[in-house]
């Protein structure tokens, strides 16, 4: 498009002073910038505005509605935002992780990949009343609408301290040189008391289970890639962190390498999660409806106690 020349009446075209919001097109800023989960949170929300759930004898509709399109909103978005490509959206895959796959790659994946992705859709389906699954259900006890449980959901799964750990765990383990260099520096980092990504977990108390699994598929991917050096460095990061603290991986850790080896842009890992942990979302979403009551806990004040006002004619 002509670049359109500013100029003229109204001060058009001159700078009237500085200003860090842009919303107005610049390329490489403002709207173009959009976080992953921002994009999967708006695809939520669109769905069901484009196709709302009338009622909930629509549930199961909704569900599988958002299950089969979450894939391709996010990896259309990310193709055409950051390569200038539009995919097409469909494939011949049977499952969640191959389609995934098949759309990001443009190629059929191989069995392993596919399996590894059947296994970590599976792994973070659903975990009881976790944080997002739990604003899922007190959204459903208003008796909303499954869009709106979801995208709700998908906000809360957004932040650092739950579902974008996977990210945080990546970007750290791509700054350390070696093993010892995880070592060393993730001494300095707990001793500046930052929270270590990947790590602990609010339930757990010695081990997540789901570790076990992923880690052992990252191992054979790393074989694959003949990685020698991110998943000697994230087994180091795991001694290290039992050894000083007694902090084991979770289920977001060896993910962010696995993930890494089967080429999937960082910037993926947590909308991925949208599309595995939506079913359990969706599931508790309808276990809520069948024996609902809304939820509406109390709060133990620790305000101000009462004042004494002197009325303002005694003043
Ligand atoms: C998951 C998490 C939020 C659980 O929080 P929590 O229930 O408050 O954690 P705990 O009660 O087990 O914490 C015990 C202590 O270990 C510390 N700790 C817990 N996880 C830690 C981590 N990843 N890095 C550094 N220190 C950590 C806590 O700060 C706390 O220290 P304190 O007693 O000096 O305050 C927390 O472990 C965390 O922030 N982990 C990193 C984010 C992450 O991987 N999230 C994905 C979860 S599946």
Sequence with gaps: MAEKKLSGAGLRG????????????????????????????????????????????????????L???????MVYWYKFSHDGVEIDCTSDEDSIGGHFLRLLNGSTPSEQHRRVMD?????????EFNASTFTARVCASTLSDMYSCITGAIGTLRGPLHGGANEAAMD???????PADAKEQMAGMLERKEKIMGFGHAIYR????????????????????????????????????WDSKKLF??????????????????KLFTPIFVCSRLTGWAAHVMEQRTNNRIIRPSADY??????????????
């Design 249 to 266: 991986c979770n289920a977001d850790f060896f993910h962010a390498s696995a993930y890494h080896f089967m080429g999937i842009p960082t």
């Design 119 to 127: 296994v970590s859709l599976i792994l973070y389906a659903e975990h």
């Design 67 to 73: 299950l089969a399109a979450f894939p391709a909103i």
């Design 206 to 241: 010695t081990s997540d289970p789901r570790n076990v699994i992923i880690k052992a598929w990252s191992e054979k991917l790393a074989a694959e890639n003949g990685d020698t050096s991110l998943y000697d460095i994230s087994v180091a990061c795991e001694e290290f962190m």
């Design 302 to 315: 620790t305000g101000a106690e009462p004042r004494k006002v002197v009325a303002i004619a005694d003043r």
């Design 14 to 65: 001159q700078s009237a002073g500085d200003t860090s919001l842009c919303t107005v097109g610049k390329s490489g800023s403002g709207l173009t910038d959009a976080h992953p989960m921002d994009v999967m949170r708006t695809g939520a929300s669109f769905l069901g505005n484009l196709e709302p759930e009338n009622d909930f004898s629509e549930q199961n509709k909704a569900a599988n509605r």
């Design 172 to 178: 750290m383990i791509q700054k350390f040189t070696s």
